[in-house]
Structure formats: C-alpha cells, structure tokens
C-alpha cells in the first residue's frame, strides 16, 4: 500500500496534536531519582547519576510511551519529518555533554547546572513545531530556576537543582495534559 505524501504543515499538525507526556514523564522521574540520589548519597555517586540518568530519559522515554498511548516504536505509523527533527534536537542535547563535561572537570558541582540547563534547551524548537508556548517557558523558567539555585544553595546543588527541574517538569506535564482544553 502506498503512502500518501503529506505537506510539511500537514505532518506538523500531526506531531503537534501529539500528548507529549512520555518524554517529561521520563524526565520527571529521572530528576526525581537524581534528587533522591543527591540527599542520601555522596557526591561523586550523585555525579554518576546525573551521567547515567540523564542519558537514560530516552529510553525511559520509549518505555513509557506505550503507556501514554504515544508508542514512540510503533512502525505502523506513517514517517513524520517532525519525528526526525525531534530526534535531532535530542542529538542537540547529548552533544551539549561537551560542554559540560570539560566544566565538571574543572568543577565536579557545575554538573547540575551545565546538564540541567543544556539539556532543557531542546524545548526551545518544540515550542515552534507544536506552536505553543510552553517548550518557551520550561526552557527559560528552567534556566532561570537551575542557575539561581546554582548560585544560591551551593552546598545543596545535587539536590536542590535536580527538584527544581521536577518542579518544571510537573508544571510542563499539566500544561501540556490540558493544552488541548485550552485551544
């Protein structure tokens, strides 16, 4: 059977009629875990699990799709160039790690703050797909949040950045569990 070829604005009304909940679920729970690993575990343990936590949201990610009804892997859907750009902008966030990592090296608890800010700026052109603000406002409120906690809770920068993020991240969920009522 062949596919009907669709415009560009077309596809992008199909990717922005998505829920979107799988991703900043996996987010949510992964800066919950590193949160948690911050308060009862060394520092050197809670770095390990920025690294490793961060770099598994993806996966968790897909995970958690089939839940949320999104099935990220389902093969039966027809390709969407918006998928692809996507995926791109999760490239963009795991090369900031080359930001990070010469930072961290210098300063081990510059991690929260490099990765915590870096990563969240893959919301930026999720805002333009979708055409609505809130990938705008969980990157700047992100931003502004991780680096003045940064700033002022130095001694608790393994915890208080980590929930600072979750806290974005269950504002992001219920705007974006309720754009659609507001459309």
Do not use: C
Not at 31 to 46: E, L, R
Not at 114 to 125: D, K
Not at 128 to 148: D, E, N, P, S, Y
Request: hydrophobic share 55%; glycine share 8%.
């Amino acid at each position: 059977m062949k596919e009907v070829k669709r415009t560009l604005e077309e596809q992008r009304i199909e990717f922005a009629n998505g829920k979107f909940l799988a991703t900043p679920l996996a987010g949510l729970i992964v800066w919950t875990i590193i949160g948690f690993v911050g308060i009862f575990f060394s520092d050197f343990i809670a770095v390990w699990s920025i690294f490793i936590g961060t770099g598994s949201i993806v996966y968790l990610g897909l995970f958690l799709s089939k839940f949320t009804g999104e099935n990220f892997l389902d093969k039966s859907k027809p390709k969407n160039e918006f998928d692809t750009l996507f995926l791109f902008t999760v490239g963009q966030a795991i090369l900031v790690y080359s930001i990070a990592i010469p930072f961290f090296l210098v300063n081990y608890s510059s991690l929260p703050l490099t990765v915590g800010i870096l990563t969240g700026s893959m919301w930026l052109p999720f805002s333009w797909i979708v055409k609505h603000w809130i990938g705008i406002f969980h990157a700047l409120a992100r931003t502004i949040l991780v680096l003045t906690l940064w700033y002022l809770l130095p001694e608790y920068r393994f915890i208080a950045i980590p929930f600072g993020i979750v806290l974005i991240y269950v504002i992001t969920l219920i705007i974006l569990k309720n754009r659609k009522k507001t459309e």
